[in-house]
């Protein structure tokens, strides 16, 4: 994970530490061989998004302590799986990006031009 990159070749940055994000909880879109889900995209959520995400059967609103969830709130950013964001793309519910949270794998996925497109305000640099 040291030396990770984000979809424009720098160093990946810290996504959220709050609410802490990552599927290593380390506040970053880290993956490893034990992230199924490939959670590297870095989203600022919107409640467009959320619905969409719900809808399908993803709840990420509703807060699970269990498991270190406290829940999505529009607004936070977290480690969105690559999937779920190109399934959101598709339909028109793509929530924003930072681009220097996202990790470079991403780009297996989906194309560049699409995420920047998607970019919150300032990270398309």
């Not at 719900?54 to 969105?80: A, I, K, Y």
């Not at 996925?109 to 920047?116: M, Q």
């Amino acid at each position: 994970m040291a030396g990770a990159k984000n979809v424009l070749g720098t160093d990946l940055q810290t996504c959220s530490r709050d609410p802490l994000t990552g599927f290593y909880r380390d506040g970053c879109c880290n993956t490893g061989a034990d992230d199924l889900g490939l959670h590297i995209v870095c989203i600022r959520a919107t409640e467009e998004f959320l619905l969409f995400s719900r809808e399908r059967g993803n709840d990420l609103s509703t807060p699970h302590p269990e498991m270190m969830f406290p829940g999505v709130r529009p607004g936070d950013q977290w480690c969105l799986c690559a999937m779920r964001w190109k399934e959101a793309l598709d339909t028109g519910a793509a929530p924003p990006v930072d681009l220097e949270a996202t990790h470079i794998s991403t780009l297996e996925f989906v194309d560049l031009a699409d995420l920047k497109a998607h970019a919150v305000d300032g990270s398309a640099t």
